[in-house]
């Protein structure tokens, strides 16, 4: 069941218990994959609401055990990361990338 939690001017948060940030981290681990891509494209809330100090202590470092490289977010138009540096955001060891166009973050990722 889905349930709206959330409304604001970026957009709408919803309660998808079955496709979590835990769901993700499991494929990642999973597939083994070196390099990820997250299509943010539709996702309009601020990374700035979320709660990174969760995310650092509970799946970064299964990103990291799973051995990624490399990871970019192709982010709506507007989002103020697009365009920095990718860097290394600790407790991360490797560099994550926000890109406004798919094939920007694909030609970063294939680098």
């Known amino acids: 069941m889905t349930e709206q939690i959330y409304e ?10 079955s496709a979590d ?3 993700f981290a499991d494929c990642v681990e999973k597939c083994g994959r070196s390099r990820v891509l997250v299509d943010s494209i ?5 990374p700035a609401l979320m709660d990174g100090p969760w995310r650092d202590a509970n799946i970064i470092p299964r990103y990291n055990a799973a051995g990624v490289k490399k990871f ?9 990361m697009i365009g920095q540096p990718p860097e290394n955001e600790v407790p991360g060891r490797f560099p994550t990338g926000y890109f406004g ?4 973050a694909l030609a970063w990722l294939a680098g």
């Open 42 to 46: 539709a996702f309009r809330m601020s």
């Open 21 to 23: 940030l835990v769901k």
């Open 72 to 80: 970019a977010f192709h982010m709506p138009e507007g989002m103020p």
């Open 101 to 104: 166009k798919r094939q920007e």
């Open 8 to 17: 604001d001017r970026w957009g709408e948060v919803f309660d998808r218990p």
